[in-house]
């Protein structure tokens, strides 16, 4: 018995633990870099490369903005826009309708040519015929009234954009119900899509795909009135990794808390072949990104505790390492690394002590344990965070000053 007892002992020792790594004293970042926006612009995503990040957005109707020029297309614009790593603006362009539009994600292909996802509101024209006016007509003139009707944003749009700025094409389809694109991937002959589609009692995930021509087609919904979709990842062997989270019944997998995220597998074909959800009974937990790494941040509120979740998966969804840290945000990922809204101490860091919730920037090794810890000085919400192998991360976030937005580099520390 005294045998096993001091065998289990050293068992436990010799097993890897993050809480267990030398400790680690966060450093401020580089200086950011201030983004020209107006108040109510927003920036969705971020793509980085060696001459710098571009981003995708949405300008206000009336925006102050300085990012991008010439006059506005409609009531609200995507955009595109692709900054140098000095700040300078290298091009900019609008994108959209007289109508309502927005700009959600994007993505680069091989020949670095990018696609952007989006929507448009949808109007048509009605024209009432009427004979009984209340001016004086003696002749009884027909008087044509045309009205407008907006049906809310229906058209799902993929802006081909040239890699200097210029508008090669767009792909649209046509939703019956209101439709919010959230991401999209490339597949070897055009573009897998994922959604979340407005229902009557609430709304569905839905994965579509759109050839390179131009036509696009359902290939799976997800749930019945309660899941919403948020990243799509190509694996090397052609098929789908996508994240998102769900209170619905999935594949015949339950509801374990009180939302769930879920991790969804897809065929070469975009159909659903496996889910696997959080386990946490009474909390509300969702999965908000997903590198191509296999690493995922989200978000978990349980009562008044709220945590970023960070976890390393196989592409088969396994878990591998996994941590929670007391957030104000969900946690966003790219690479190897994570960005949130820290609001509390985190273990192994000796001199983080935040008196607000301040975004951080955390880079981890193949176990789990924090490499490198970054402040973002005067960042309060984290945006996007994109990655270029062997150069570093652009890190996108929102300051301290009502709607303004900064772009910070960190360079790569090996992974």
Known sequence: MKYRFLLAIVLTLLIPSANAAPSLKVTPAANSISIPLGVNDEISKSYFANDGTTLVGTLASGSSQTLVSGAGLGGTDGFIAKISLDGKLIWGLRLGSEFEDVATSLIADSANTYWVLGASESVVTLTNIETTTV?????????????????????????????????????????????????????????????????????????SKCSFAGS?????????????????????????????????????????????????TLTSRGVIKSVVRSSLAKTLRTWESASDTYLLGGFAVSGKTSEASITQFSQSAKPIWSMRIPSATTALTAG?????????????????????????????????VIKEARAIVGAVNPVSISYLKGVGYSIITQNVVESGYSVTFVASSGN
């Open 336 to 368: 190897h690394s994570a960005i949130f809204a820290s609001k509390g101490l985190i273990p192994t860091l000796s001199n983080w002590k935040p008196k607000t919730a301040s975004v951080i920037y955390l880079n981890f090794d193949g176990k789990g």
């Open 135 to 207: 001016i004086i007509n003696p002749d009884s003139v027909t008087v044509i009234k045309e009205n407008k009707k907006h049906l809310g944003q229906l058209v799902t749009n993929i802006w081909h954009i040239s890699q200097t700025g210029e508008l090669l094409g767009t792909i649209k389809s046509l939703s019956e119900t209101p439709i919010t694109p959230r991401d999209l991937a490339l597949s070897s002959d055009g573009l897998i899509i994922a959604s979340d589609l407005m229902i009557t009692s609430g709304r569905i995930g839905l994965f």
């Open 216 to 264: 696009c087609d359902t290939l799976s919904r997800v749930g019945v009135k309660n899941t919403s979709l948020r990243a799509i990842l190509r694996n090397k062997d052609g098929t789908y990794f996508a994240v998102g989270k769900s209170a619905d019944s999935i594949l015949k997998t339950k509801l374990s808390g009180s939302i769930d995220g879920v991790i969804l």
